[in-house]
């Protein structure tokens, strides 16, 4: 993604998406024609629960401004418990980054059923929106990572 | 007190009951006290120590230890009793191998606190009615025994053996501990001053894994910071974002299993409060799941592989507190 001075700031955000629910929810806000921003990059994981702490300070070191993360509606979950596990994780992980100082907005777990098309493209309006206004992720970047 | 130790090992070894023995033993100087492995009576007589220097939590040997021909004789101050208990719920060691003598835990003294009262060159410390006399190669110099106390001592969670076979000495209780404050003091900062705060500690950590070795919770055979795979395996790490990583992964991954016994500050060569990332989870843990300490039993389950229906969403971080 360029950055352009001249141009407003756009973030990058990275969405993890389970199969069963989410990824077919964002399916479904396509086939209904509902807009909802490019900055987010969709990556699908079999159950949100799927997702280690380290893929979401991965995304961070790989240039992601924000990073949400979708699943089944608990009791939902394809898997039955995935995402009650999920919950406890996230909930921890997001304290610390939090006790760490740096932004907890940045992160977000939201529950997007396969039918809730509507709410995965307001939910990621919404997002989207929230990371631009804090700015570029300077707290957990890795210049390294960075393209000149 | 080293003494009955020494006597206990001695008839437990004679009798057969066991075939080596866990303790500690002097290094290069008298405060640099590492655990060892005796196997004979002279053994014992000749390097076995207990003394205010013997701060090691031993239980991790045990994972190895156990595994092999015949039991061992293991002492466990309180706190290290916790962490053989989740080690035997983590089916990590052999219990039926392992023989523990409860003994009392005292309060640990921290040699870099006296050298920082710019006392150096020791050769002998004696503890008389809490006064330290210590040697020096520059003369004798005192100093009072609890400005000495090692910051994990300071903030004694229990005094109570979790496990054991048999006890020297009484046994104590659960206490009333105050190892929470500064990770509330912590919570009550902004976030830039957090930010700071843990910069400026992080920034000090040369990767030399001390903190992940020494860990009793820490048992993995394969590691994810050992995985060239990973691209984290790097020995120094290079940048903000890899000290921080590391530091959460690694306090993430001991989350609902850390038993606070505080080792990780202790051996940090750097002097990284690292022990607050892990009271961080704990009281987290303590206030939205319920009082877990991890190492008190064997058979509950740990917080992070329990759930329930009616958990709170992970948004509560979002909601709380002023940023």
New interface residues.
């Given amino acids: 993604m360029q950055v352009n001075d001249n141009k407003e700031f756009q973030p990058l955000i990275v969405a993890f998406c389970c199969n069963w629910c989410s990824y077919a929810g964002a399916d479904l806000s396509g086939t209904n024609r509902l807009n909802y921003p490019t900055n987010v990059k969709i990556i699908r994981v079999p159950c949100s629960c799927r997702v280690n ?2 893929f979401i ?1 991965r995304a ?2 790989r240039g992601a401004d924000g990073v949400i993360l979708c699943g089944c509606h ?2 939902d979950c394809h898997y039955t ?1 995935g995402n ?2 999920t ?19 940045r992160t ?2 939201e529950w997007v059923s396969a039918a809730e098309g509507a709410k995965f493209a307001a939910t990621m309006n919404e997002f989207t929106e929230a990371v631009k206004k804090l700015g570029p992720n300077r ?6 990572c960075k393209k000149q | 007190m080293q003494e009955a130790m020494i006597n206990k090992a001695k008839q437990l070894l004679a009798d057969g009951t066991v075939n080596r023995v866990i303790g500690w033993k002097k290094g290069e100087f008298v405060y640099d006290i590492t655990p060892a492995i005796f196997e004979t009576a002279e053994e014992l007589d000749a390097d076995f120590v207990y003394n205010e220097f013997t701060a090691a939590n031993v239980s991790k040997y045990l994972v190895k230890e156990s595994k092999k021909e015949g039991k061992i004789l293991a002492f466990l101050k309180p706190c290290d009793t916790y962490s053989l208990n989740q080690l035997t719920k983590e089916h990590r060691v052999n219990r039926d191998n392992i023989y523990v003598v409860g003994i009392p835990g005292g309060p640990k003294l921290d040699a870099e606190k006296i050298k920082a009262k710019g006392i150096t060159g020791i050769t002998g410390i004696k503890n008389e009615n809490y006064t330290l006399k210590i040697e020096t190669v520059y003369g004798e110099q005192t100093m009072p025994f609890y400005e000495a106390i090692s910051d994990k001592c300071a903030s004694c969670k229990s005094k109570k053996h979790v496990t054991y076979d048999e006890l020297i000495g009484e046994d104590g209780d659960v206490l009333e501990s105050n190892r929470f404050d500064m ?1 509330e003091k ?2 009550n900062m902004t ?8 910069r400026a500690e992080l920034s000090k950590c040369i990767r030399c894994n001390a903190c992940r070795n020494v860990c009793p919770a820490c048992t993995c055979e394969k590691c ?1 910071f050992d995985n060239p795979e ?1 691209g984290v395996e790097n020995k120094a790490a ?2 903000s ?2 000290e ?2 590391f530091h ?2 690694r ?2 991954h001991v ?1 609902g299993r850390c038993t606070d016994c505080g080792e990780c500050s202790r051996v940090c060569p750097q002097n990284i409060p690292l022990h607050l ?1 892990n009271r ?2 704990i009281k ?2 303590n206030s ?2 319920g009082e877990y300490q991890a190492g008190e039993d064997t058979t509950t389950k740990a ?2 592989n329990a ?3 009616d ?8 909601e709380r507190g002023v ?1």
């Avoid at chain 2, 976030?191 to 843990?198: G, I, K, T, V």
């Fill in positions: 702490p380290m300070l961070f070191q608990p009791g418990s009650y596990f919950r406890r994780r996230m909930t921890l992980l997001f304290s610390m980054l939090d006790f760490l100082g740096i932004e907890r907005d977000r777990v707290r957990l970047e890795d210049l390294r | 990770v912590l919570e976030a830039q001053e957090r930010y700071d705060f843990w994810v990973s290079s940048n974002f890899e921080n990583m959460i992964i306090a993430f989350a990332l961080k989870f987290d843990i939205l799941y917080p992070l759930y329930t229906t958990d709170c969403e992970a948004s509560i971080v979002h940023e």
